[in-house]
């Protein structure tokens, strides 16, 4: 039905639809003047609107800029319906990625096309406005310099799964404390001074009560106090969080950590180019 009313001259009356997910939260809002009931899900009216979609080798053309209202002065009168959705990114960012789901459908249609999918690389704020710059899902497998490199330190994250990649538990290293100080990006909690391991380049994590999870770096560990590297509302005394340690990428910490077997560096690497055209 949509394809027909789509290449129809006179009887075509488009509405777009937006999908935005961050973990277990979504938002939906639609180009329409009147709330849209797809499923379980309804589009409210927001003012919203999109660039054109392309598909062409360059991948910076392929973003995709959603335009929306937001009052940047936290005091405004009657804000828009997108103004909770905004505050995700103000003043500190979210842990996660932001997908973005763009739909289109006809009046009177009992379903919608996807038209594009993605997720948002950047938030731009004016006085009265939120630009999102969006990349489309096919970016990340373009992306060029993805490739595994010959290197002596293993490069793979730690803690990711799969063929090929670290597949260290995280749970098997989790340090559960609770926030006895804050001072800025400092947090101090008794239960890390007994972290079996450093906790430099670790993270830690919370839940919120919405059910969204929040993560930041570690970025330096002296026994009973951690620096992460920015901050959030939640970072309080009383919060409850799991610190993970991080690691250095070298042999000696994968047999500290028994997992030798998936050691992704290349542990006897030639110092020396044999291809140099000097003989050794």
């Keep these: 039905m949509f394809d027909l009313r789509e290449i129809s001259r006179f009887f075509g009356q488009p509405i777009h639809l937006f999908r935005f997910t961050l973990g277990p939260l979504s938002w939906h809002f639609t180009t329409a003047s009147q709330p849209v009931v797809l499923g379980a899900e309804t589009f409210i ?13 360059e991948r910076k053309k392929n973003q995709l800029t959603i335009t929306m209202p937001y009052a940047l002065d936290p005091a405004a009168a009657d804000p828009p319906p997108t103004q909770s959705f905004g ?24 379903d919608a ?6 997720h948002v690389v950047q938030p ?14 096919t970016a990340r497998r373009r992306a060029k310099g993805g490739g595994r490199r010959a290197q002596r330190a293993c490069e793979v994250p730690v803690y990711s799964q799969g063929l090929g990649q670290c597949n260290l538990l995280k749970e098997a ?5 609770v926030a006895t100080a804050v001072a800025g990006l400092t947090v101090t909690a008794a239960e890390l001074a007994a972290a079996p391991l450093a906790l430099d380049g670790g993270f830690i994590e919370w839940t919120l009560p919405n ?10 560990h002296a026994g009973t ?32 950590r ?23």
């Design 211 to 220: 059910g969204l999870i929040e993560r930041r770096t570690i970025m330096s």
């Design 173 to 177: 290293f989790a340090i559960p404390a």
């Design 45 to 57: 009216p927001a003012g919203i609107s999109r660039s054109a979609v392309r598909e062409t080798s």
């Design 87 to 110: 505050d995700i990114w103000r003043p500190y960012p979210p842990s996660d990625r932001v997908f973005v789901t763009c739909m289109a459908m006809h009046r009177g249609d009992a």
């Design 124 to 137: 731009e704020f004016t006085d009265t406005q939120l630009k999102l710059t969006c990349d489309p899902t």
């Design 225 to 256: 106090t951690i620096e992460l590297d920015y901050g959030a509302f939640a970072l309080l005394p009383g919060l409850e969080f799991i610190a993970y340690p991080g690691c250095p990428h070298t042999w000696a910490a994968c047999e500290e």
């Design 113 to 118: 096309a996807v038209e594009w999918m993605g």
């Design 258 to 280: 028994g997992n030798t077997d998936n050691y992704g560096g290349c542990l006897h690497l030639p110092s020396k180019n044999p291809w140099s055209g000097n003989p050794p």
